[in-house]
């Protein structure tokens, strides 16, 4: 579609589908904090566009803005079926780059068109998909610290926030990450004798995906701002797993658990864990009586330093999951107690807790006394009337 404005620059919207010309306008535009991750982070966002684009049941546009032949924005509008924003399906933008506000403008015009079209009300972002190289929200504050895979960037400069609140989006939900400092939280020390914890090696983890998938939609958090999950986010994060273990595996440090531990129970549960086999950030919480699973977390080794070919020693803590009927038993301050000890013998020596919602007071309550607030993440949300 090609508009002149009263100007006459020729200004061409297009819905792009051409992998070239995808890979061109991210080239163009896509801003990443870290130069030597941009080739890659661009491979990676560019094959999930084109996979989405070719999937002709998938509700997915990806808009480009030319100005006189040059590139001066893009967005990605879509309609995922596993993403819910208080329990609701609604469509999201994600990936919102505007060298301008008049390219914002028609931007985002496209897609409430697109979302009208598919006869939602709501339209909430920027959630930037793919999300282990995407996550949620603009980031207003902690531009300096490490980049996290899962946790979304933008450039401290940004201008469309300010645009998207002149087009009448209002910044509904904030999200703090906060970087984990106390290794073992005193709720957490003592485990209700019914509970088991334990490790997994990658294969059982995935023969475990049906019990995942259960306690995802049973647990306690599940109606939220914003939910992008669901079966595909937890075969991303399994698939993360496969790509480190062996990251892990070889850099095994020696520590002694009872300086994290004085509970038997802890202890044991350390001395049957073949540690060189187990994903370390991924602990899982059993009801010992019907051996179900109750309560996990589901953390992300950094990928950004995998790619950049360093150690391995960040993890982000993405997903906690507790089945509704055992939260309150202190079982996910006990899932990070053992699990921060498994991390740290395997290298880990920063660890961030990542997207929590400012009305969680839950999570809040239970992870803010350990923690240091390191970055703040805002999401935008507009009612669309129809025209």
Known sequence: MTLITNKSPIVDLSITRNPFDIINTLNSLLYVPD????????????????????NTDYNLKLFTLTKNQIPTGFVVCQIDPEYKSYGMKCATF?????????????????????????????????INYPKYIGGVGYQILGH?????????????????????????????????????VQKSWEHGKDLDENIIIRF????EIVDLKDEIYDLARNSFYSVLADAPGGKSRIEEMIESYRETYKKFTSQLIEIDPTVYFESARFIE????????KSVPCCPMAFDKTTGKLVGMIMALPNLYQ?????KLTHTNVDTAMIKKEYAGKGIFSALNNIGQLMCRMKGVD?????????NNDRAIKTIFPHSILRRKHVVFQKRLLRK
């Open 94 to 126: 994600g990936w919102l780059h505007a060298s301008d506000f008049e390219s914002c403008r028609i931007l985002m015009d496209a897609c409430e068109h697109y979302v009208r079209e598919n006869k939602l009300k709501k339209l909430r972002g920027p």
């Open 306 to 310: 995998l790619w950049n070919e360093e």
């Open 350 to 358: 920063y660890i961030e807790g990542t997207t929590i919602w400012s």
């Open 35 to 54: 130069d030597k991750l941009r080739p890659r982070i661009i491979l990676e966002l560019a094959t999930y566009l084109q996979k989405k684009i070719n």
């Open 200 to 203: 997994h090696s990658v294969d």
């Open 144 to 180: 300096s610290a490490p980049m996290m895979n899962g946790v979304a960037f933008n450039s401290p400069e940004m201008k469309e926030f300010g645009y998207l609140t002149e087009l009448g989006y209002i910044p509904e939900s904030e999200y703090s990450c906060v970087e984990v």
């Open 269 to 276: 549960i350390h001395n049957n864990t073949d540690i060189e």
